[in-house]
Nanobody, 119 residues
Framework: QVQLVESGGGLVQAGGSLRLSCAAS???????????MGWYRQAPGKQRELVST???????NCADSVKGRFTISRDNAKDTVYLQMNSLKPEDTAVYYC??????????WGQGTQVTVSS
């Protein structure tokens, strides 16, 4: 059992930056089974899409639309994953959700944090 809490969203002008964080809580044994953490986003009327993921060992993956602008990182000691978002564009506007995968079979989701990028 893992709970995820996101923070750091807000309103920013195009070209600005935001840093999202997601803290995982639960038993140490449950947290130890997390293999991958990541960020997904969902814009109004659109499907939820992958933004970036990171394994416990540090292997990262990101969508082409954010490559070179967003950077994911993970602090295993704090059970926290971050998403540094630079050069934000209006098309980045969405609700951003933190995700954790346990034993490659179960997905846990945070409540989401709103990111709005104005022109």
């Amino acid at each position: 059992q893992v709970q995820l809490v996101e923070s750091g969203g807000g309103l920013v002008q195009a070209g600005g930056s935001l840093r999202l964080s997601c803290a995982a809580s639960g038993s140490i044994f449950s947290i130890a089974t997390i293999t991958t953490m990541g960020w997904y986003r969902q814009a109004p009327g659109k499907q939820r899409e992958l933004v970036s993921t990171i394994s416990r060992s540090g292997t990262t993956n990101c969508a082409d639309s954010v490559k070179g602008r967003f950077t994911i990182s993970r602090d295993n000691a704090k059970d926290t994953v971050y998403l540094q978002m630079n050069s934000l564009k209006p098309e980045d506007t969405a609700v951003y959700y933190c995700n954790a995968v346990i034993r490659a079979t179960m997905n846990f989701w945070g409540q989401g944090t709103q990111v709005t990028v104005s022109s």
